[in-house]
Each structure stands twice: as structure tokens, then as C-alpha cells.
């Protein structure tokens, strides 16, 4: 199946209206994503809320499987009604290339980011993995796809420096981070990377909802193999955090895919690029207000480093005519 996405993003129409619709649905994204986080962060200590004790703690691993398995099973029955089992052909190389994207790109990145909100907090984990796009760059470079300039050269190391920084390996202040969280998050920005990589091809062939339904189907499967469904009823979770998963997984995936996809019917995609920046300021406003997270002085400008790297990167990419580093968020 053809994709028309594509072209709508560098189509984009030019009129205000529908250029702040674009932004508002990107924003609105980049919130959920920011909800979820936070959400994730408060069940793996079982407080939804600082102070509160409204659900047993959830392992990041159930939290990944229920994510996927759930969002799968109601994505699934909506492409058949509007597709038919054409939403599932692809000729064989794109199909286990799009199976593979879900069970590392997806799978592997999402319990990564996971497992480090877990084990360090919200802040630490999206920023290390919006680090991502700097990544996506060094592999083109090494790669010979693109050529070294100054203004990518410039975004490596604001990045690296943004990280350090952020983890507390520079700066007068000290504070101890769990350096396994920390491994945890970069591998999630690895991995991130390479479903960015990956289906960067793709989503020149096949739209993105297609695309998404292949990587959930092959997460899910994943997960459960790994993690067998009777394991899951054998842990004996309450009506609780069953409720808790079905709105983390139409939080998290859905619901922001959606305004994520409307959005770029609205903006070409750097504009939707740079706009989805406004995720990791979500995440670590919602978590310092919901539960408390302190972020230290000097971890803003790490942070900021990061995202300032981020954005440098699409902009001087589009600026050569290239497509944008990252294709969208997969949190």
C-alpha cells in the first residue's frame, strides 16, 4: 500500500488555522506522552499520586506487554473494519523488517525507557533518550549518507556535553544517579534510533498506521512469548491496575499516535519534529508537580542541551534537503 502521509508533510498547508491545529495536535501528543511517563513513574512505586496508595506497583515488563498487547488488540479489529487484511500484506523483506522495528525498535526501547524511569526518574530517562536523533546522525555520518558540517558536528557535542551534564559527570553539583537506569536509558535512545533508522525506508512505501500496526502485533507476540499470558493472570492483578493498564496503553500509544498522525496532515515534519520537543518539558513539569521529582539547577541546561541538539539537527538536515532524523516518537 502506498503512502500519501509523506507527501502531506512536505505539502503542508500554509494557512494559520490549520498550521496552529498542526501544532496544537503535536503539543497535545507530546502531553500524553508526558502523562504516561509520569504514570508510569508513579505505578512502579504503586502511588499514582505523591502520597496516595491507589494501586499495587507494576513490573516495567507487565507495563510493556499490557502497552502493546492492548493497543494491538484495538488496533487491530479498527484497520480490518477499515482496510481488510491488506493492513497485514507486505511483500516479505518490508514485512520482518517492520517485525523486526517492533521487537527492537519497540519492544527493547519501550521497556528500556521504562526500566530507567523506574530506576533513576522521568527526567533522566526522556532526556537520555531524546538523544536519540543525535545518534540517527552519527550513523549516517559513519555511513557516508551524509556528509559532516558544522552545524552536526556542533549537535554531537551538545548533546554529549547535555548528557554529562544531566547526569551529573560535570558540574559542581553532585547527586547520585543508578547508573544501571542510566544504561537502561541510553540503550532505550539506541534502540529508539534504530526503529527511526529502520523505518525511515518503510514509511516511503506504507503509511505510518500500518507501519504501527505491524511493530505493536510483533511487539505484543514478543512479550508474550517472553512473558506467557498465564504468568500475567498468575500475578494476580486487581480491577485496579487492569484499569490502570487499558488508560496507560490508549495514553501512551493511541490516542497520541493519533493527534501525533493529525498533526502532520497540518505540518511538514521538522515542524512536527521540533514541536514534539515539548515532550520531555511535559514529562518533567507533570512529574515535579505530581510527584515531586526535583530537577537540580545545572540539569536544566544539561537538558536543554539535548533538545537544542535535537532541533539543530532537524533544522540544519532540512536546511540540506535531507529528511528529518526522527520520524516520531515511539514512547
Not at 557516508?144 to 554531537?156: I, N, P
Not at 544539561?302 to 516518537?329: F, K, M, N, W, Y
Request: net charge positive; proline share 4%.
Amino acid at each position: 500500500m502506498a503512502s500519501t502521509q509523506n507527501a502531506s508533510t512536505d505539502s503542508a498547508p500554509t494557512d494559520n488555522p490549520h498550521i496552529l491545529r498542526g501544532y496544537v495536535s503535536i503539543a497535545a501528543a507530546g502531553l500524553c506522552w508526558g502523562i504516561s511517563a509520569t504514570l508510569g513513574r508513579a505505578v512502579f512505586t504503586g502511588h499514582l499520586l505523591q502520597g496516595t496508595g491507589m494501586i499495587h506497583p507494576v513490573d516495567p515488563l507487565i507495563l510493556s506487554q499490557a502497552r502493546t498487547t492492548i493497543t494491538f488488540l484495538i488496533l487491530a479489529p479498527l484497520m480490518l473494519m477499515h482496510r481488510g487484511t491488506a493492513a497485514f500484506r507486505m511483500p516479505r523483506r518490508d514485512l520482518i523488517q517492520s517485525l523486526l522495528l517492533g521487537v527492537i525498535g519497540m519492544a527493547f526501547c519501550n521497556y528500556s525507557y521504562y526500566l530507567a524511569i523506574q530506576r533513576t526518574n522521568a527526567a533522566t530517562a526522556i532526556t537520555l533518550q531524546y538523544a536519540a536523533p543525535v545518534l540517527v546522525l552519527l550513523y549516517m555520518v559513519i555511513s557516508g549518507k551524509q556528509r559532516a558540517t558544522l552545524g552536526s558536528v556542533g549537535s554531537v557535542v551538545a548533546a554529549v556535553l547535555g548528557i554529562a551534564i544531566a547526569i551529573g559527570l560535570i558540574g559542581p553539583e553532585h547527586f547520585k544517579l543508578d547508573w544501571k537506569g542510566v544504561l537502561a536509558a541510553e540503550i532505550a535512545a539506541v534502540t529508539f534510533a534504530y526503529y527511526n533508522i529502520g523505518s525511515s525506508n518503510l514509511l516511503k512505501r506504507y503509511d505510518r498506521w500500518q507501519l504501527l500496526l505491524l511493530a505493536q502485533f510483533a511487539a505484543a507476540l514478543w512479550w508474550n512469548i517472553v512473558n506467557p499470558p498465564w504468568k500475567v493472570i498468575a500475578a494476580h492483578y486487581g480491577r485496579a491496575e487492569w484499569i490502570f493498564l487499558v488508560i496507560f496503553a490508549l495514553l501512551s500509544a493511541l490516542i497520541p499516535s493519533a493527534l501525533y498522525l493529525g498533526g502532520l496532515r497540518h505540518l511538514d515534519a521538522t515542524r512536527a519534529i521540533v514541536t514534539s520537543c515539548l515532550e520531555p518539558v511535559f514529562t518533567i513539569v507533570i512529574a515535579a508537580s505530581a510527584l515531586g521529582e526535583k530537577v537540580k539547577g545545572l540539569q536544566v541546561v544539561g537538558i536543554a542541551l539535548v533538545l537544542l541538539a535535537t532541533i539543530v539537527v532537524q533544522l540544519t538536515g532540512r536546511e540540506r534537503g535531507l529528511d528529518p532524523v526522527v520520524v516520531e516518537p515511539v514512547d
